[in-house]
């Protein structure tokens, strides 16, 4: 199958950073080029792009300026633009349609290869015993298919299932233990549960006989076996600095379901920006950090960690789930207690309509996109090849999780 055919700024920054392959001056002293060139899928892709430039800001740009850009730039909520580039117009609150959202289109889309990955997850998501009663709901919102989509690089399904099943595990610590009750959550109990989930990535080597009892908790309780056996799976590909990294992004996922439970237990709606930062951690950035080990080129400690890389990714991570916010408002409307999203929080502070605020928070979405765009295309010129490498992933990522959020039967749309 081929990828769409890149058609906007979106696909020129990802021939942009796939087209050059030799760095300029390495952002980290001792950054080492990678090996290889662009992955297949990538380069095809981008072969079907318009002739590389970089991303240069077209007008207002930078955080702070959307308000400037959405009347210019967003049909009105609800209108169906095109398909490739990502237009939205599905599902979200009832009534309320996902306005269309700057983002990548995937750069693949292998139906096929989905469903093994899906299936894959599925007989281990038994096998474990993870969501017992719910394996038929886990199979139609089907993250296999989320996998294939966000990481192009490989077409290996073993390794796309060490993603899935940590994909899996980390949304099964929020649905267990912090926002489904139906699932037996409940926020007096959930700084309990997370500290000793957190133990099952980053063990706590505990002396004996402690740490058979550790042992023995980490088995009992699906999620923990869960994460445990997903971490396992992934150190099959990861080296240890990349295992360090994702460990560092799940303590931060885990934190923010932490403040989402206090906001539970006391019923209070955050300010936006207290929203926001939160779902700066609540967020997808434990998957994103898994680019480069499904791409197989690893990206440094230092690399990852350097300030403006990081200040990319950060947005990118934000970005992607404010795009679940946005899809996934309908589902959140008929939960139980409490829903927290972004347009919820716009509603609660600045008094507007549902719709105002939707449209406000695809305007911060894009705003976040844009900055990525034109930042990760800075950084690549001067980056070493696996950082351009990184970006271009990251970039694919915001791709597939915007297609596979506007198709999952999770937020209703099969
Ligand atoms: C895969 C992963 C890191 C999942 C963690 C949960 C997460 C960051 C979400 C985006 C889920 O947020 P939310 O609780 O709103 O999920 P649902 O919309 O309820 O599916």
């Not at 719910?134 to 299932?161: A, E, F, W």
């Not at 706590?204 to 997903?230: I, K, Q, T, W």
């Not at 990118?316 to 795009?323: M, R």
């Amino acid at each position: 199958m081929s990828a769409p055919s890149a058609t906007h700024d979106v696909a020129r920054l990802v021939a942009t950073l796939l087209s050059h392959q030799s760095g300029a001056a390495p952002l980290v002293p001792g950054a080492r080029a990678a090996r290889g060139d662009a992955s297949r899928r990538a380069a095809s892709a981008s072969a079907g792009a318009p002739r590389p430039r970089h991303a240069v800001p077209t007008g207002p740009t930078g955080l702070g300026t959307s308000g400037l850009r959405i009347p210019a730039t967003r049909p009105a909520a609800g209108t169906t633009a095109g398909t490739a580039t990502g237009a939205s117009g599905t599902s979200g609150a009832s009534g309320t349609p996902v306005p269309e959202l700057y983002c990548p289109p995937p750069l693949r889309d292998d139906r096929a290869l989905g469903d093994e990955v899906n299936d894959r997850l599925i007989a281990w998501a038994e096998e474990i015993g993870i969501y017992p009663e719910r394996l038929d709901g886990i199979r139609s919102t089907n993250l296999g298919r989320m996998t294939m989509l966000v990481h192009p690089q490989t077409d290996d399904p073993d390794r796309l299932l060490a993603a899935a099943r940590c994909a899996l595990a980390e949304w099964a610590t929020d649905d267990y233990y912090c926002d489904d009750e139906t699932m037996g959550s409940s926020p007096a109990h959930l700084g309990a549960h997370l500290g000793t989930a957190l133990a099952a990535v980053d063990s706590a080597h505990l002396p004996e006989p402690h740490a058979s009892e550790l042992d023995e908790a980490l088995r009992a309780d699906p999620v923990r076996a869960a994460l445990r056996s997903g971490f396992e799976h992934l150190a099959r590909y990861a080296d240890p600095s990349q295992l360090a990294r994702v460990r560092q992004e799940i303590g931060g996922l885990f934190v923010g379901y932490g403040q989402e439970g206090s906001w539970r237990s006391t019923g209070k709606m955050p300010a936006v920006w207290e929203y926001l930062t939160h779902r700066r951690f609540n967020s997808f950035l434990p998957c994103i950090a898994l680019v480069d080990v499904m791409d197989g080129h690893p990206l440094s400690a230092a690399e990852y960690a350097e300030p403006r890389v990081r200040r990319a990714v950060t947005m990118a991570g934000t970005a992607s789930t404010l795009v679940n916010d946005l899809y996934s408002m309908a589902k959140e409307k008929d939960a139980t207690g409490l829903n927290f999203n972004l347009p919820a929080a716009i509603v609660a502070e600045e008094k507007c309509t549902l719709r105002e605020a939707v449209e406000r928070s695809a305007a911060i979405h894009d705003e976040l996109v844009r900055s990525f765009e034109r930042e990760a295309a800075a950084l690549s010129l001067t980056g070493s090849p696996a950082l351009r490498r990184f970006l271009a992933g990251v970039w694919a990522w915001l791709g597939g999780n915007k297609a596979w959020h506007a198709g999952t039967a999770r937020y209703g749309t099969p």
